[in-house]
Every structure is written in C-alpha cells, then in structure tokens.
Nanobody, 124 residues
Framework: VQLQAYGGGLVQAGGSLRLSCVAS????????IGWFRQVPGKVREAVACISRSGNYAYELDSVKGRFTSSRDNAQNTAYLQMNSLKPEDTAVYYCAAGYAPPSPRMGADEFRFWGQGTEVTVSS
C-alpha cells in the first residue's frame, strides 16, 4: 500500500494550493481519506476528512470555508483545496487512509495507511 501526497510549496498569504493524495495497493473506495498537518514540536492535527463515497466531509473549524476535501475514486486520488491561506497554515501535510468516518473526534490512530507528507509554507 502506498499513499503519495504532493502539491505543497511556498505561497503568499491569501494564496491557494491544491494537495493531491494518490493511492495504490488498496481498494481506495473502502477508505475514508483524512488530511492531517504537523508543525515541529506540536501534535499532528486533523484538518479534514472525506468519506469513502465523497458525500460527507469534515473540516477543522479554523479551516472551514477555506479548505475543501474531495476525491475521485476512479483515479484513486483525494484532494485538499486550500484557499485564503494564512501563515498559521504552515505545516507538513499528510494524507491517510482509514475506516474512521469524517468527524471532529477522529484521531490519527484511526488511520491505517499514511503518505509521506508534503510541506506547505505560507509567507506573510
């Protein structure tokens, strides 16, 4: 099983990035896809999650209205569209596959497979 997250980079505040998560070696539509971020010295934070079908999603309050998760099961790919980026969004972003439904209570330990992370830096 492999998850590859890419699309990070350096962007000015107010800008946009779209992260992609490409999965292989698993039945993609059997899993919810979560997006997490981590800053050195801090706990990994759940940012968003999209259900297996793509019909349900969760976003962290601080990104609601700015970040949108989506997926294309035919392409085994999930996306995190990030708009109106802020310096506090700077982190390494990870995608993960798990059985946890999209929920504010979901935790990293509920996700079985993880991508390698892609770095997002937002300059002020």
């Amino acid at each position: 099983v492999q998850l590859q997250a890419y699309g990070g980079g350096l962007v000015q505040a107010g800008g946009s990035l779209r992260l992609s998560c490409v999965a292989s070696g698993l039945s993609f539509d059997d899993y919810a896809i979560g997006w997490f971020r981590q800053v050195p010295g801090k706990v990994r934070e759940a940012v968003a999650c999209i259900s297996r079908s793509g019909n349900y999603a969760y976003e962290l309050d601080s990104v609601k209205g700015r970040f949108t998760s989506s997926r294309d099961n035919a392409q085994n790919t999930a996306y995190l569209q990030m708009n109106s980026l802020k310096p506090e969004d700077t982190a390494v972003y990870y995608c993960a596959a798990g059985y946890a439904p999209p929920s504010p209570r979901m935790g990293a330990d509920e996700f079985r497979f993880w991508g390698q992370g892609t770095e997002v830096t937002v300059s002020s």
